[in-house]
């Protein structure tokens, strides 16, 4: 039972343009959606968070956007650089089991010079 | 501060063998956690411990593995009688004692690499 989905494997976009990252959730109960990226041989490392309470969190060139009703959250990069390539994930926990992290399966960024 | 180290970084073992693996978390950080991801997978949650106490376990973590944290400070994941389908990264995390995990997330280590032949 796959309770968060990222249904795009790989991306690649131009160094510049807008790289925009979906994941899909199926649990209501999910209150705290975070983003890492990883690099290959490295674990991942944290990005940014929202709670649901929110629809918008934006720190630098990252921004995630919640859409609650439709379950469905995106990571916005503007605008992309050559060493956002990496692996993405996003992640979920809800209140009752706070430290506990569901993950997607992840997609691939390609930023091309 | 250097981080969560893991060791070793890769392990190759033969089926049926027992392998163990060590995580230092940040110093002080009382919260550590075990993943295991695999192939095209993200990392699936296996255990968590606050201080010395473990927590939570995952229906994931069979009889044959074992995770400690004695005195609350490093952690050890026992596998025994390894199969093929143990092959993965396992993966160790850190957070602080308090607050939402949302507001700073886990710090992770670089994970072992096992592999069961």
């Known amino acids: 039972d796959q309770q968060v989905k990222q249904n795009s494997p790989s991306l690649s976009v131009q160094e510049g343009r807008i790289s925009i990252l979906n994941c899909d959730y199926t649990n209501s109960m999910f209150d705290y959606f975070l983003w890492y990226k990883k690099y290959p041989a490295e674990g991942p490392t944290f990005l940014i968070s929202i709670s649901s309470i929110k629809d918008k969190n934006e720190d630098g060139r990252f921004t995630v956007f919640l859409n609650k009703s439709a379950k469905h959250l995106s990571l916005h990069i503007v605008p992309s650089q050559p060493g956002d390539s990496a692996v993405y994930f996003c992640?979920?926990?809800?209140?009752?089991?706070?430290?506990?992290?569901?993950f997607g399966t992840g997609t691939r960024l390609q930023v091309t010079l | 501060d250097t981080g969560v180290s893991q060791d070793p970084r890769h392990k190759i073992t033969k089926r049926g063998q027992n392998v163990t693996f060590r995580c230092d978390p940040i110093s002080e950080h009382n919260r550590l956690y075990w993943y295991r991801q695999t192939l095209g997978q993200g990392p699936e949650f296996l255990t968590y411990?606050?201080?010395?106490?473990?927590?939570?376990k995952s229906r994931l973590l069979s009889d044959r593995f074992s995770a400690e944290r004695p005195k609350g400070s490093f952690s050890t994941l026992e596998i025994q009688r390894t199969e093929q389908g143990d092959s993965a990264m396992y993966l160790c995390?850190?957070?602080?004692?308090?607050?939402?995990?949302?507001?700073?997330?886990?710090?992770f280590g670089s994970g072992t690499r096992l592999t069961v032949v």
């Open positions: 411990f606050q201080n010395e106490a473990q927590l939570e």
């Open positions: 992640a979920a926990s809800d209140t009752g089991t706070a430290s506990k992290l569901t």
């Open positions: 995390a850190s957070s602080p004692g308090t607050g939402s995990v949302a507001n700073y997330g886990y710090t």
